[in-house]
């Protein structure tokens, strides 16, 4: 992803801390398409990056910036691979970290975590009961808080998922792209950096812009209830349950941004359960070779459901994101 440099928070003489993210496949499924009854569809596999999660680009922005600062240490809350892709850029950087993990996160990340090297903090609850004591811990030590948009630098390393797609899709955009959204930075950056295209002449300045989608479960779908009450805010989720732990998350604190990307790019928002999760997920993994994710396989299940109640047209170019690894959830 550092190819894009010059639009990444990196200083004249800098090295970026980098494991080889970025870069990731885009495979066409004309097959799916058809079945679904829509004209494309893409999926952009983010479980090939380094630690198997879209995780891995934030973190090496983030962590780029926490080494030439001097850090003594960094600090996470985690639903499992931000924890994970944070372990591995700051060991790389040889900067302690501690995470902080609910206790149901997926055990293969949680060993990750562990091989990785971070002084793992198990919690009872969830993400946002992680958070609370994360928060604790960087205040009272000095460690650099890397907890999701507290910071401004791993949204910058998520716009490049924006950039990259351009690219591959030879300086176009689809008509829309279907997020799984927990935090919720991957969209936001997303939206952010097509704006920077388009001003910058990356894009022409009449490209029509993708509608932006948000896909989470039905057991935790706070951003789809603000969407659906056009909310300028999200209230937090009660008790949150998915077996997708990424879209855990009950109170994204990017929640206006990620509602104003909705309500711009004219798009939509809606959840599934947790039967049509698993299904999908298989799915998009039989129907692409793809490893997919729960989380994709949200994704490609919130399409469909659109599809089917005519929110998304038959005509339409659909990019779906599966942002993790399957393998990273199997016990």
């Known amino acids: 992803m550092w190819r894009y440099a010059a639009v990444l928070p990196l200083g004249h003489g800098e090295s970026p801390v980098s494991l080889g993210e970025g870069a990731t496949p885009l495979h066409e499924l004309p097959i799916l398409a058809r079945e679904l009854g829509i004209a ?14 879209f995780k ?29 892709a944070l ?12 995470v902080y993990a609910p206790r149901g996160t997926p055990s293969p990340i949680l060993a990750t975590i562990v091989a990785l090297g971070a002084d793992l903090q198990l919690v009872d609850g969830h993400i946002g009961d992680a958070g609370k004591q994360s928060r604790a811990f960087a205040a009272e030590s000095g460690y650099f808080d890397m907890s999701t948009l507290r910071e401004p630098y791993r949204i910058e390393g998520k716009k490049t998922m924006g ?8 300086w176009t955009l689809p008509s829309h792209i279907v997020y799984p959204t927990g935090g919720g930075t991957g969209l936001i950056g997303m939206w952010k950096v097509f704006a920077e ?14 509608r932006m989608v948000v896909a989470q479960a039905t057991g935790c779908a706070p951003m789809v209830r603000a969407f659906e009450a ?15 732990s990424g879209l855990r998350v009950p109170g994204p604190l990017g929640d206006r941004l990620i509602l104003r990307a909705l309500y711009e790019s004219d798009g939509d928002a809606a959840a599934v359960d947790e039967d049509v999760i698993r299904s999908d997920t298989l799915r998009l ?4 070779g793809v490893d997919a994710a729960p989380e994709g396989g949200c994704a490609l299940g919130v399409l469909e459901k659109l599809v089917r109640e005519g ?14 690894s399957g393998a990273s959830y199997r016990f």
């Open 40 to 53: 494309r569809l893409w999926v952009k596999d983010e479980g090939m990056n380094p630690t198997a999660s």
């Open 56 to 84: 891995a680009r934030g973190m090496s922005a983030a962590i780029t910036r926490a080494a030439h600062l001097g850090v003594p240490g960094v600090v996470v809350p985690t639903a499992g691979n931000a924890g994970a």
């Open 87 to 98: 372990t591995a850029y700051a060991a790389a950087a040889g900067i302690p970290v501690r």
């Open 163 to 170: 950039l990259e797609l351009a690219e591959q899709l030879g």
């Open 197 to 210: 295209m388009r001003d910058g002449g990356w894009l022409p300045r009449d490209i029509v812009m993708p």
């Open 230 to 244: 056009r909310a300028d805010r999200a209230t937090p989720w009660e008790n949150p349950e998915t077996h997708a």
């Open 285 to 288: 993994s039989r129907a692409s």
């Open 311 to 324: 929110r998304v047209a038959k005509d339409a170019d659909v990019l779906v994101f599966n942002t993790g």
